[in-house]
């Protein structure tokens, strides 16, 4: 059974950064690819970074050289640096998993939530201006 735990957020003040994890479990690493996903209050789930399964990264416009994602396999740890964090960065923050066809290339990844099965319960990020 894949389990999630994220861990890492907090309060920062604009301009500062925090760095998220995500301790996964219950799959084969390399048949995945991954993404964190970020949700504020009233507004819908966005995807704003994701990795594929052999270290390819996509990013959402918003935190496009800001936010850096990365994956350990050997510790089995999804990792997302947030930097130059501003107040709209504010959410929860979740990281999701989805078991990569056998069609689709290990480059592949996604930020659509409808894509993922599996996730995690979420770290609370708050940044003040």
């Known amino acids: 059974q894949v389990q999630l735990v994220e861990s890492g957020g907090g309060s920062v003040q604009a301009g500062g950064s925090l760095r998220l994890s995500c301790a996964a479990s219950?799959?084969?690493?390399?048949?995945?690819?991954m993404a964190w996903f970020r949700q504020a209050p009233g507004k819908e789930r966005e995807g704003v970074a994701c990795i594929g399964a052999d270290g390819s990264t996509s990013y959402s416009d918003s935190v496009h050289g800001r936010f850096t994602i990365s994956q350990d396999k050997v510790e089995r740890t999804l990792s997302l640096q947030m930097n130059n964090l501003k107040p709209e960065d504010t959410a929860m923050y979740y990281c999701?998993?989805?078991?990569?066809?056998?069609?689709?290339?290990?480059?592949?990844?996604?930020?659509?939530?409808?894509?993922?099965?599996?996730w995690g319960q979420g770290t609370q990020v708050t940044v003040s201006s």
């Open positions: 219950g799959f084969t690493y390399g048949d995945y690819y």
């Open positions: 999701a998993a989805q078991r990569r066809s056998p069609y689709t290339s290990v480059w592949y990844c996604s930020r659509s939530s409808s894509t993922f099965k599996d």
